[in-house]
């Protein structure tokens, strides 16, 4: 059957139909049509390592109110999903620092979420899984081709208990192997950039805490966040009521 027969077998089905029943159908297909989006975005949300509490997160959805003194930080955010392309190409990355509850994690999911929206492949894992894969890898040696994916986002970065042997992994098969290959790396941190450097100095007979922060600040813009704990602000507003 052509296209021009198809499309004169659907005109005259329509024709049995009133106005009203017409834009009913059209409204349920376009909900339908909708809903699988939604329901596919969230797959791919899902396998990327985005966690179910940050689907609805937006750009849109962080509220500067209480976080004006993180403006710089967002808007940069804003402009690096602009053109996500381009700095993931570049291997361009970002360092969010800063308490826990201050919005790092909903800022990276955003990030995340235009990058899979390009069809860039991302993956946003967090530490202490980080250091499992890493485990893994050595079972598992083709795992470690995960790492080649443009984008890896690593949230609270360094926040779990560190050995040597973890110490040495994440500089060699993340930091400096992504340096090397201009590969977009976003970090999220309660550590500041002293601390991390310190961190990695105390690995074993050679520090590495020098050369990991060199490679660090200059693949990626470092910002600074702070601001009251949004879960705190958000279980007193449920008390108000």
């Keep these: 059957m052509s296209q021009e027969t198809k499309n004169g077998s659907i005109q005259t089905l329509l024709e049995n139909f009133t106005d009203s029943e017409v834009d009913g159908i059209t409204a349920?297909?376009?909900?339908?049509?909708?809903?699988?989006?939604?329901n596919n975005n969230y797959q791919r949300w899902k396998e990327a390592g985005i966690s179910k509490l940050f689907f609805d997160a937006t750009l849109e959805g962080y509220d500067l109110t209480h976080y004006e003194e993180n403006s710089k930080a967002y808007q940069y955010i804003v402009d690096y999903c602009k053109?996500?392309?381009?700095?993931?190409?570049?291997?361009?990355?970002?360092?969010?620092?800063?308490?826990?509850?201050?919005?790092?994690?909903?800022l990276t999911s955003c990030i995340v979420k235009e990058a899979i929206r390009n069809d860039i492949q991302s993956k946003m894992i967090s530490s202490s899984e980080l250091i499992d894969f890493l485990k893994a890898c050595i079972d598992d040696p083709d795992l470690k081709f995960q790492?080649?994916?443009?984008?890896?986002?690593?949230?609270?970065?360094?926040?779990?208990?560190?050995?040597?042997?973890?110490?040495?992994?994440?500089?060699?098969?993340?930091i400096d192997y992504r340096y090397k290959n201009k590969l977009g790396l976003i970090l999220t941190s309660r550590l500041t950039l002293k601390d991390i450097q310190v961190d990695f100095n105390s690995a074993g007979n050679i520090p590495l805490g020098n050369t990991a922060l060199s490679r660090l600040i200059d693949m990626c813009d470092v910002?600074?966040?702070?601001?009251?704990?949004?879960?705190?602000?958000?279980?007193?507003?449920?008390m108000k009521k």
């Design 28 to 38: 349920r297909l376009e909900q339908a049509f909708k809903q699988r989006v939604i």
């Design 83 to 106: 053109n996500i392309k381009n700095r993931i190409e570049d291997g361009r990355g970002v360092i969010l620092i800063g308490p826990v509850g201050i919005g790092k994690t909903h």
């Design 147 to 174: 790492f080649d994916c443009p984008l890896l986002v690593v949230d609270d970065f360094l926040s779990d208990r560190r050995t040597e042997w973890s110490r040495d992994r994440i500089y060699n098969h993340v």
């Design 223 to 238: 910002f600074a966040m702070s601001g009251p704990d949004y879960r705190v602000l958000r279980a007193k507003q449920r």
